[in-house]
């Protein structure tokens, strides 16, 4: 993809992740704020519907990867386009950002929220193959860290509510979660062959530190201050006690977590 502010360049030899692309936090309309989830909820449908064609998509992307070892363009193009718009939908809900997406797959011009993944990446059969089981130990991770967040979201809107603005540890927390939960859909889509990785933000990454470039994106790279990163580990703590109570009262399989972090599923 073409270089962008906050862009950090590879390493050679160096893992290409996903990533994306969200500003720092500003003043957000708290009348917008209040009433959220409201203006959100047509979004919520449209993922509902559009998540019947995405499964059609990533099982047609599924057989023809394993001839090919990609995706066909066509497929690719929509796949990463379902991930984009679910990804802006699920940003404005978290409050990472005060304005609400537009009714269209394509990134529109000048929304704040960005995806970013490389195009036309080949792909290892094998690992295409096993997908659904390699995925699952990270599908759990990421179902953790969104659970957990969701469980302190009314919390976090009162916040936002009464300040008019994130608190900046606040928004690298959700950014992050935000950010594996995209991670792992891309994978999960055969968008990327990279393993979600790096929930507790870039600081460890050789590639996340070398050449950062000055620009108005704050999680490209994801860097995560203490507060950050406690309030991650808080969310993976609530949504374990959350898992551990749902599943000795129903039960819980890997399948089950898959699908469950599945973007719009």
């Excluded at 094998?126 to 919390?155: D, H, K, Y």
Aim: glycine letters at 10%.
């Amino acid at each position: 993809m073409e270089p962008h502010y906050g862009t950090v360049p590879l390493i050679p030899g160096a893992e290409s992740l996903p990533e994306l692309d969200i500003p720092e936090p500003g003043r957000q309309n708290r009348l917008s704020v209040l009433v959220r989830l409201l203006l959100l909820l047509p979004h919520f449908v449209m993922l509902v519907a559009l998540s019947v064609v995405t499964l059609f998509a990533a099982v047609a992307g599924w057989f023809a990867a394993l001839l090919l070892g990609r995706l066909p363009d066509p497929v690719e193009r929509y796949l990463a386009e379902f991930l984009g718009y679910d990804t802006r939908v699920n940003a404005a809900a978290m409050l990472l950002t005060g304005r609400c997406p537009h009714f269209e797959l394509a990134e529109p011009m000048g929304f704040p929220v960005r995806v970013r993944v490389l195009q036309s990446v080949h792909l290892n059969r094998l690992a295409v193959l096993l997908r659904l089981l390699l995925v699952i130990p990270a599908a759990i991770v990421g179902v953790l860290a969104t659970a957990g967040w969701w469980a302190v979201s009314v919390l976090s809107w009162l916040v936002v509510l009464f300040l008019g603005r994130m608190p900046l540890p606040l928004f690298e927390a959700t950014a992050a979660v935000l950010r594996y939960r995209m991670r792992l859909g891309a994978y999960v889509l055969l968008l990327t062959p990279a393993y979600p990785k790096r929930l507790f933000g870039d600081q460890t990454a050789p590639d996340a530190i070398v050449g950062t470039l000055a620009g108005p994106s704050a999680t490209r790279p994801l860097f995560l201050g203490a507060g950050a990163k406690v309030l991650v580990g808080a969310f993976l703590v609530l949504g374990l006690v959350g898992g551990a109570a749902n599943s000795s009262r129903y039960g819980v399989d890997g399948p089950a977590a898959v699908q469950a972090s599945l973007p719009g599923f």
